[in-house]
Nanobody
Framework: QVQLVESGGGLVQAGGSLRLSCTVS????????MGWYRQAPGNQREWVAT???????NYADSVKGRFVISRDNAKKTVYLQMNSVKPEDTAVYYC?????????WGQGTLVTVSS
């Protein structure tokens, strides 16, 4: 059974930092692209960042220059380092990974940024 376990969410003041983690557990061989999405109350889920197996990264304009996505392939873990956070970054953050051709989602972790 493949599971994605997220951690690292919480309450942070505007201008602060937070690091999210998402670990893939279960018997798997190849994890392809890994990424983060977020969903604020009343909004649709939106893409935040993606990292490929080779380490190439892409970011949404709203987080570019503030967030950094990284991965540890040996640990099957993807990270999202959130710096200079803003109240508008408040959302439930979800990781998404592609295993083979199947996309899987984490359960979400809440990030609240206070002003």
């Amino acid at each position: 059974q493949v599971q994605l376990v997220e951690s690292g969410g919480g309450l942070v003041q505007a201008g602060g930092s937070l690091r999210l983690s998402c670990t893939v557990s279960g018997t798997i061989f190849i994890v392809n692209a890994m990424g983060w999405y977020r969903q604020a109350p009343g909004n649709q889920r939106e893409w935040v960042a993606t990292i490929t197996t080779g380490g190439s990264t892409n970011y949404a304009d709203s987080v570019k220059g503030r967030f950094v996505i990284s991965r540890d392939n040996a640990k099957k873990t993807v990270y999202l380092q959130m710096n200079s956070v803003k109240p508008e970054d408040t959302a439930v953050y979800y990781c998404k990974v592609t295993i083979g051709s199947v996309e899987r989602w984490g359960q979400g972790t809440l990030v609240t940024v206070s002003s």
